[in-house]
């Protein structure tokens, strides 16, 4: 009887286990169950509220339709007469590139035009663009943004910017590609639009010329100088260069004359100097390589000259006729009778809250 109890404890042992796993397995599962089911109730809590709310606010609309539908109806009609009696807005854009850092005073100019309008100093705005005073009267606004550039651009903008910083400074500040087209500034760009916006639609021709007016300055001006006198003293450089090294290809076609007379391998002058002749065909295409580098130089230097000779250029000229400005805020149709159903939900809460803190002491 003793020799038997042993193997019945050891077979034992394995039950045991297997139980105990059993049992994990079993409350794993009840875990995950009862998560799926808390889930479950949190989000069918969420849209019965959200479904409260909606029949909430539909009750109250059912309730008060004939009010909301009489003054949303009555405010779409005065949004109607309203949008017939105001007069039509026309805009024109215009796409330049400042030269000499003359985006600077064409912004501030751009800005001081607004600010005659805002002003009514029409006097002004007739003598700087040149203008009867009831066109003037009819100009609304000038605005001035970025023109439009690739992605392209966009990169180069942004390693130029990292470029023009040390590594050390560019890991401080941490500034990725993103943070930096989202924090530029209006003057970081090459192109501007200018829009004017206007009650006259054929207006716009002759603003252009007071427009160009505004890329001028004292700055801009010194500093085309400066770069012409710059440009003078790089191409006399060039041009002396030039004639040393046609100095030295007389003397080395002499030599090759000589060489040419010659049998020798040494070819010798009047005047003592003596060169070796296996060199000279040589020193001759070097020579020629070098003029012909200095004449690129050169050329270049005339072509910069030559493009930006202006303070600006324009790139689209305003259009003879301007474009029917419109937007979803001028629908008074539709924006008026909006804002009356928000006015009138508004109110009602008012009244609620009202309510509420007048009888919040009874139900205490």
């Given at each position: 009887m003793s020799d038997k109890l042993p193997a019945e404890s050891n077979n034992s042992k394995p039950i045991r286990s297997s139980n105990n796993e059993e049992i994990d397995l079993i409350v794993i599962f009840n875990l995950i169950g009862n998560g799926f089911d808390r889930i479950g109730r949190f989000f069918s809590t969420i849209i019965k509220a959200l479904y409260d709310i909606i029949i909430h606010v539909l009750k109250v609309i059912f309730k008060n339709i004939k009010i909301i539908a009489f003054t949303m109806i009555s405010l779409a009609v005065l949004g109607f007469f309203l949008e017939k009696s105001q007069k039509d807005i026309y805009r024109s854009q215009m796409l330049v590139k400042p030269y000499f850092d003359s985006k600077f005073q064409l912004v501030q100019n751009i800005n001081y035009y607004n600010a005659l309008i805002g002003e009514k100093d029409y006097k002004q705005l007739e003598n700087i663009f040149d203008i009867d005073i009831d066109e003037a009267k009819d100009i609304l606004s000038f605005?001035?943004?970025p023109g439009p550039e690739t992605e392209n651009d966009r990169i180069r903008e942004y390693d130029m910017y990292v470029k023009s910083i040390d590594s050390v400074?560019?890991?401080?500040?941490?500034?990725?590609?993103?943070?930096?087209?989202?924090?530029?500034?209006?003057?970081?760009?090459?192109?501007f639009q200018i829009e004017v916006r206007s009650y006259k639609k054929d207006i716009f021709r002759r603003l252009e010329e007071g427009l160009n007016s505004t890329f001028t300055n004292t700055y801009s001006i010194k500093k085309m100088?400066?770069?012409?006198?710059?440009?003078?003293?790089?191409?006399k450089q060039i041009q002396n260069s030039i004639k040393q090294?046609?100095?030295l290809k007389k003397v080395y076609m002499r030599v090759m004359e000589e060489e040419s007379k010659s049998d020798k391998g040494m070819v010798s002058f009047k005047?003592?100097?003596?060169?070796v002749s296996e060199r000279t065909v040589t020193k001759e295409y070097e020579l020629l390589e070098k003029e012909i580098q200095l004449q690129k130089l050169l050329s270049n230097i005339e072509s910069?000259?030559?493009e930006e000779d202006v303070y600006f250029d324009t790139l689209a000229s305003f259009q003879d006729v301007g474009s029917l400005y419109r937007?979803?805020?001028?629908k008074y149709v539709i924006i008026l009778p909006v804002l009356g159903f928000i006015g009138l939900g508004l109110i009602y809460l008012i009244i609620r809250l009202y309510q509420y803190v007048?009888?919040?002491?009874?139900?205490a």
């Open positions: 605005e001035i943004t400074r560019t890991e401080e500040l941490d500034v990725n590609f993103d943070d930096f087209i989202k924090n530029r500034s209006i003057y970081n760009g090459d192109f100088q400066k770069r012409d006198s710059l440009l003078s003293i790089e191409k090294v046609d100095s005047d003592g100097m003596s060169v910069q000259k030559v937007t979803i805020w001028m007048i009888r919040y002491d009874e139900k």
